[in-house]
Every structure is written in structure tokens, then in C-alpha cells.
């Protein structure tokens, strides 16, 4: 009898046609060797058990890390309701911006934080807000018209104009940022998140969370301010 040479797509062939074959010979899995990633030879049982427990060890890794994504998201959650609850006590918007930007600090790893509106009585420029005079608004309209225009958060690296528009001689520093528009349009202004790390903020981001506390901001000075400007307009309609 001629010996007839299999080839390996014969070996895989017949295999794939007989899937019950180690069934049948559970014995050849012992003496079967392949080599793992570090080139060490095992049995092919040993190889799957192996394969298996790192697989474990990954799935429980990431389930652990689900796990405290969940719970940070938790508390912090529940630490923007009470957020919320403190802004409803509070009837002066310069303690508002102050209680806001003090959250803000405790809560969220940001490099830089500030809160850009139009002109309101009793509120001054400090480190965490920029209050435009009537002249800068128009050059705000200007450098953001399209952010303004799309209304929509806006995540990763910035160019320098709107960062010296915001930032002024800090914008050199900055790597990455998120802006958040407050109210429709950005018509109460911009929520600004900026850190020194060009990798910290992303395009990939989610910016749920951040659009949640620019609503709070927006409800609160929708129900309870009204800016310089939008007095003045009112009484040169009037």
C-alpha cells in the first residue's frame, strides 16, 4: 500500500467534516502540542485552559472597570441634583457663578474652568467667568458665529483665537478643552472645560454629564437673571 501525504487543508478538511472527532479520541488532545505566546509548549487542553483563565482574568478586569465607571457616575449624579437644589436657594448670580465654580473644582479633573456670559448686574470677570461688555460681545459673535450658529458641544483641541478669547495669556498652556453652549444658540453664553493635556478631552468624548450642568446654568439664569444687554434691548424695542 502507497502512503498517501496529507496535507494540512486535508487535516483541516476532514476535521471541519468530522467535528465530532475528538469525541471519539478524546486521548489525542493530550498528546496534541502547540505553543503559546511566549513559545512554551503545552497540550492543546492545557493550551484552551490557559486561553480561557486569561480571557477570565480580562472580562473581569473590564467588568470591574464598568463597575467603577458606574459608581463614579453615580455619585457624581447625585451630586449635580444637589448641585441643583443649592442653585434653587440662591438669588444673586455672582454667588450662583462662585457656588457653580466651587462645584465644578471638587467634582471634575479640568485644568481650567470658566463660565462666559453676556453682562449681568452684579456680576464681575474673575478667574472662573468672563463677563462681556457690549464691545466683546460682538467680537464673541464673530470668533464663535459657527459654534453658535450649530449650538452643539464642541470637544478636543481649539484654535488659538477662541482660546485667547476665553483664556487670555493661559491659552498657551491649554491642550485640550470642551465648550458647552448655555441656552439655545450659546444665547447665555459658554461652559468651559480646558486642560493642560492634549489628550484629556476628545471628540470621542461623551459630553452628556457636561451638557446637564449647561442646562442647569441656563434654567437657572433663564428663571432668575436677566442680562445688561437683553435689558437694554428691551427697552430700546419699548
Known amino acids: 500500500m502507497s502512503d498517501k501525504h496529507l496535507s494540512d487543508t486535508d487535516i483541516i478538511h476532514y476535521l471541519t467534516e468530522n ?3 475528538f469525541i471519539r479520541h478524546p486521548e489525542q488532545l493530550e498528546v496534541l502540542k502547540v505553543n503559546n505566546k511566549k513559545g512554551k509548549v503545552s497540550s492543546l487542553i492545557n493550551h484552551q485552559v490557559n486561553v480561557l483563565k486569561e480571557r477570565n ?3 473581569k478586569s473590564k467588568l470591574n472597570q464598568l ?3 458606574a459608581e463614579e457616575n453615580e455619585k457624581t449624579m447625585s451630586q449635580v441634583f444637589e448641585l441643583t437644589l443649592q442653585l434653587c436657594q440662591i438669588s444673586h448670580i455672582a454667588n450662583v457663578t462662585k457656588h457653580f465654580a466651587r462645584f465644578v473644582k471638587h467634582s471634575f479633573d479640568s485644568d481650567l474652568f470658566k463660565i462666559v456670559v453676556p453682562a449681568y448686574d ?3 470677570s474673575s ?3 468672563k463677563s462681556l461688555s457690549i ?3 460682538n467680537v464673541f459673535s ?3 458665529e459657527e459654534f453658535i450658529r450649530k449650538g452643539k458641544p464642541i470637544c478636543g483641541r481649539l484654535k488659538k483665537q477662541k482660546l485667547q478669547f476665553i483664556f487670555g495669556a493661559q491659552a498657551e498652556k491649554i491642550g485640550s478643552c470642551v465648550i458647552l453652549p448655555i441656552g439655545k444658540n450659546a444665547e447665555k453664553g459658554l461652559l468651559v472645560f480646558a486642560s493642560f493635556d492634549e489628550s484629556r478631552f476628545n471628540p470621542e468624548m461623551s459630553t452628556d454629564l457636561l451638557a446637564r450642568l449647561s442646562e442647569i446654568l441656563d434654567r437657572k439664569f433663564n428663571k432668575t437673571f436677566g442680562s445688561v444687554s ?3 434691548n428691551h427697552e430700546n424695542d419699548s
Open 135 to 137: 464691545d466683546q460681545e
Open 122 to 124: 452684579g456680576l464681575e
Open 127 to 129: 478667574t472662573v467667568v
Open 142 to 144: 464673530q470668533v464663535f
Open 230 to 232: 437683553s435689558t437694554k
Open 67 to 69: 463597575i467603577g465607571y
Open 19 to 21: 467535528k465530532d472527532f
Open 57 to 59: 482574568i480580562q472580562l
